[in-house]
């Protein structure tokens, strides 16, 4: 069953590094291989940074962490709009084994070919073509949210988030900036890890969030998780009535 709780730090800094102090206690909890979903967007930028550098950087054991993405531009690696171009450049390539690192293949043609080959890359790593809640896909989901309640590039009204068989989808258009198609992970896969971590960061986002935690019919609100649910959000960003985490 879903736990949910809400963590409130006091700045978009210390919300960096209470998200990289997970990231090390899940990839150092499992003595095998660890799964671990990034999220592109401005709030992990800083936790990015952290994990290139001392002390996150020699902590982890990179040649047991596999790193994907829960969404991405339809734009090659090298283009400054891509997610994991993004964490290539900030930590990955540094550290990571490049057979650890997944992107999904914009070389595909299309977005919805894209979405095949990832979920087929998806089940490979995995070991079966359906998903098991007692046997989590991924160890960590890092998840965003965005200013319309869309999180991934699971947007309102598509009909991506009544998806239930296919583990991603192409997204061919996007309803918010940067206007170029996507690929995202949909709900159930999103929900196949032991916990889910939704870092929020801006004042701004304060209303949609307080929206979404209260159950609006928003895709932020639909998506789940098979284990843990953590919201870790700066003070800014906290609904009135949660600041006392």
């Known amino acids: 069953m879903q736990r949910r709780s809400i963590e409130v730090v006091e700045d978009a800094e210390a919300l960096a590094r209470a998200a990289a102090e997970r990231l090390v206690a899940c990839a150092t909890r499992a003595s095998e291989r660890v799964g671990i979903c990034l999220t592109g967007g401005s709030s992990p930028q800083r936790l990015y940074q952290l994990l290139g550098t001392a002390p996150y950087r020699e902590r982890l054991p990179w040649e047991r962490i596999h790193w994907f993405m829960g969404d991405d531009r339809f734009v090659p690696l090298a283009d400054d709009r891509s997610n994991m171009g993004i964490a290539m450049r900030a930590f990955l390539d540094a550290s990571a084994p490049r057979e650890n690192i997944h992107p999904i293949d914009v070389g595909a043609g299309t977005p919805d070919a894209a979405a095949q080959r990832y ?46 068989t296919r583990w991603a989808v192409g997204v061919e258009e996007a309803k918010l900036a940067p206007f170029v198609p996507r690929v995202t992970l949909t709900i159930p896969t999103l929900a196949s890890t032991r916990e889910m971590l939704f870092l929020v960061t801006d004042g701004d986002k304060r209303d949609v969030l307080t929206r979404v935690l209260n159950g609006a019919d928003l895709p932020a609100a639909r998506v789940r998780a098979d284990g843990d649910l953590v919201w870790l959000l700066t003070r800014a960003a906290a609904p009135e009535q949660r600041d006392a985490s």
């Open 119 to 164: 979920q087929d890359m998806l089940e490979r790593s995995y070991g079966a073509s359906r998903l098991d809640a007692a046997r989590p896909l991924f160890d960590l989901v890092l998840m965003g949210l965005g200013p319309d309640g869309h999180t991934a590039s699971l947007f309102p009204g598509d009909a991506a988030l009544a998806e239930t």
